[in-house]
């Protein structure tokens, strides 16, 4: 069966935003050197190429073998709504949402998904903060 239309709407974007929390933690590095690079991208959770060499988002026990710093992680909430890439909202309420929180986000657009990194020991608030968001707005679209 073929996947549903991405959702455009604001409204019903964040309506359908309810968090999945990704089992595990994880650390945000960079590597500029390429082979170092190459051997630890099939790793990642994501990777974004940059000018001054690969960001990686790596599971915290990769980033710890590897050597990188892992006193901060994060937890990885993947966002249920199967958002269209041109739509227009979804990144700006979730993240401001949380800012008002007091919970820094991370936001990743992947192909069928969004997905926010939150530091781990604030997953639970941020899930609380981004489940209640969308039941507004799924109140609000009923009520309109």
Do not use: K, W, Y
């Not at 709504?81 to 401001?96: F, N, P, Q, R, W």
């Not at 949402?97 to 941020?126: R, S, T, W, Y």
């Amino acid at each position: 069966m073929p996947p549903s239309d991405p959702v455009r709407g604001t409204a019903a974007m964040i309506a359908g935003a309810v968090p999945d929390r990704m089992p595990g933690a994880f650390v945000v590095a960079s590597v500029a050197d390429p082979a170092r690079a190459a051997t630890l991208a099939p790793l990642a959770l994501a990777t974004m190429r940059e000018a001054e060499g690969l960001s990686l988002v790596l599971p915290l026990d990769a980033a710890r073998a590897a050597g990188f710093e892992t006193r901060a992680p994060f937890a990885c909430l993947t966002l249920r709504v199967a958002s269209a890439l041109d739509g227009v909202g979804l990144t700006a309420a979730v993240s401001g949402a949380l800012a008002a929180a007091g919970i820094p986000a991370n936001v990743i657009a992947a192909f069928h998904h969004d997905h926010v990194l939150v530091p781990e020991a604030q997953a639970d608030a941020a899930c609380a903060v981004l489940a209640a968001l969308a039941a507004s707005a799924r109140h609000s679209s009923a009520d309109g």
